[in-house]
């Protein structure tokens, strides 16, 4: 079982990133995926989470209206579109599986995998 994010880098406040999540190893259209980051000194936190076949998808009220969550069953990959980004979002970001339907509780997800670095300069 293989998840592994990229398309972290380095932004400035107000600009976008795109994240993707690559996946393998298993039945992927058979799980819900979710998004989470964690910033220096704090916990692990959801960020946003796409049921199996893309019909429900959840935000943290901090990224809602800013980032939108999207999948391809095909290419077994999600995708998070980051825009208006914020200092605040500066955090590592992952992704994780859950065999259940979407929920923001990242102790529910297994599969983390190395996450991608992003940091937003204000």
């Known amino acids: 079982v293989q998840l592994q994010a990229s398309g972290g880098g380095l932004v400035q406040a107000g600009g976008s990133l795109r994240l993707s999540c690559a996946t393998s190893?298993?039945?992927?259209?058979?799980?819900?995926i979710g998004w989470f980051r964690q910033a220096p000194g704090k916990q692990r936190e959801g960020v946003a989470v796409?049921?199996?076949?893309?019909?429900?998808?959840y935000y943290a009220d901090s990224v809602k209206g800013r980032f939108t969550i999207s999948r391809d069953n095909v290419k077994r990959t999600v995708n998070l579109q980051m825009n208006s980004l914020k200092a605040e979002d500066t955090a590592i970001y992952y992704c994780?599986?859950?065999?259940?339907?979407?929920?923001?509780?990242?102790?529910?997800?297994?599969?983390w995998g190395q996450g991608t670095q992003v940091t937003v300069s204000s």
């Open positions: 796409i049921a199996r076949r893309g019909g429900s998808t």
């Open positions: 190893g298993f039945t992927f259209d058979g799980y819900t």
């Open positions: 994780a599986r859950r065999l259940g339907g979407p929920v923001l509780r990242q102790e529910l997800y297994n599969g």
